[in-house]
């Protein structure tokens, strides 16, 4: 990974921010475009519909589904480009290991959110207000998360 802008060094000391800010947006614009280009129009206009929920700051939850093969991750990757490009963040997450490994700066939610391992319907996060974790999340723009439906249903 290319080191950050200088600016992006003085404007914090979160290491996880630092990490998230610190793509070669030269290189994620040039693979934001040559993706586009294999978008079909029904992924486009999903890709469409997410971003302006971004740029809009309404928020929105969304669930992409489809069979393995169809293009889910593709669509995650350029959303996630589109925005790092921009200078945004975007938490990548996935149920699995195997899973955040197809996606760009991909974690565990487990990890990324301080998800206990053994959960009920009592168990909270431990992430704790003023940390860089809770900093990294409230500059996010964009969470995904892959395989969401795999995850327990206390999470």
Same mark, same amino acid.
């Given at each position: 990974?290319?080191l950050?802008?200088?600016?992006?060094?003085?404007?914090?000391?979160?290491?996880?921010?630092?990490?998230e800010?610190s793509y070669?947006?030269?290189?994620?614009q040039?693979e934001?475009e040559?993706?586009?280009?294999?978008?079909?129009?029904?992924?486009?206009e /999903? +890709?469409? !519909?997410i971003l302006?929920?971004?740029? &809009?700051?309404?928020?929105?939850?969304?669930? =992409?589904? %489809?069979?393995?093969?169809?293009g889910?991750?593709?669509?995650?990757?350029?959303?996630?480009?589109?925005?790092? /490009? +921009?200078g !945004?963040?975007?938490?990548?997450v996935? &149920?699995s290991?195997?899973?955040?490994?197809? =996606?760009? %700066?991909g974690?565990?939610?487990?990890?990324?959110?301080?998800?206990p391992?053994?959960?009920?319907e009592?168990?909270t996060?431990h992430?704790?207000?003023?940390?860089?974790? &809770?900093?990294?999340?409230?500059?996010?723009k =964009?969470?995904i998360?892959?395989?969401?439906?795999?995850?327990?249903?206390?999470?």
């Amino acid at each position: 990974m290319p080191l950050p802008e200088d600016s992006l060094v003085s404007e914090t000391n979160n290491r996880m921010i630092y990490e998230e800010l610190s793509y070669d947006c030269a290189e994620l614009q040039e693979e934001f475009e040559s993706r586009c280009l294999s978008l079909t129009e029904e992924q486009k206009e /999903v +890709q469409q !519909q997410i971003l302006e929920a971004v740029s &809009s700051q309404n928020g929105g939850v969304f669930f =992409l589904y %489809g069979y393995g093969g169809t293009g889910k991750t593709f669509i995650w990757n350029n959303l996630s480009g589109a925005l790092r /490009v +921009q200078g !945004q963040i975007v938490l990548n997450v996935a &149920s699995s290991g195997i899973a955040s490994l197809l =996606l760009p %700066g991909g974690r565990r939610a487990h990890s990324r959110f301080a998800i206990p391992i053994n959960i009920d319907e009592s168990s909270t996060c431990h992430i704790k207000p003023g940390t860089d974790l &809770s900093e990294l999340i409230v500059r996010a723009k =964009l969470i995904i998360w892959d395989e969401a439906p795999m995850m327990n249903r206390h999470t």
